[in-house]
């Protein structure tokens, strides 16, 4: 399947609407992230809730932060958005396995949707991965 190389242009307010959303999505991820580098007690309260060891925290501080910084750069955020997608689906599939509440086990679903929303928005490239034209 060949892809149009000629993209179309996006509309200011589109644009500007996902930059904003994904702003807030990159500002809320690196504030996680951060919180896995300090390991402040909710932070760790929470691994254990999960069964989550505390020896791992720090890496899975990595991990979120090298594909948050990839989705924030524009020539790499799809790549980002992927890579986000895999982290947030072992963190839905965590949540069910300790049989937390409905909505801790469907925030990062929804919080994975806004992600390709925000990219959506302002990268015509994905409306043409998924087939459709903006």
């Given at each position: 399947?060949?892809?149009?190389?000629?993209?179309?242009?996006?509309?200011?307010?589109?644009?500007?609407?996902?930059?904003?959303?994904?702003?807030?999505?990159?500002?809320?991820?690196?504030?996680?992230?951060?919180?896995?580098?300090?390991?402040?007690?909710?932070?760790?309260?929470?691994?254990?809730?999960?069964?989550w060891?505390?020896?791992?925290?720090?890496?899975?501080g990595?991990?979120?932060?090298?594909?948050?910084l990839?989705?924030?750069?524009?020539s790499?955020s799809?790549?980002?958005?992927?890579?986000?997608?895999?982290?947030?689906?072992?963190?839905?599939?965590?949540?069910l396995r300790?049989?937390?509440?409905?909505?801790?086990?469907?925030?990062?679903?929804?919080?994975g949707?806004l992600?390709?929303?925000?990219?959506?928005?302002?990268?015509t490239?994905?409306?043409?991965?998924?087939?459709?034209?903006?």
């Open positions: 399947m060949a892809f149009d190389t000629q993209a179309s242009t996006v509309s200011k307010q589109r644009l500007w609407t996902g930059r904003i959303l994904s702003a807030i999505i990159v500002l809320f991820l690196l504030f996680d992230a951060v919180g896995k580098f300090m390991k402040p007690v909710q932070v760790m309260d929470a691994c254990a809730r999960l069964g060891p505390s020896s791992l925290v720090t890496l899975l990595v991990i979120l932060l090298a594909c948050t990839l989705y924030a750069f524009p790499t799809i790549l980002g958005a992927t890579l986000l997608t895999g982290y947030l689906g072992g963190a839905v599939a965590i949540q300790s049989r937390a509440p409905l909505f801790e086990s469907m925030f990062p679903i929804i919080f949707l992600i390709w929303v925000g990219l959506w928005l302002r990268d490239r994905v409306a043409l991965l998924i087939g459709r034209r903006t």
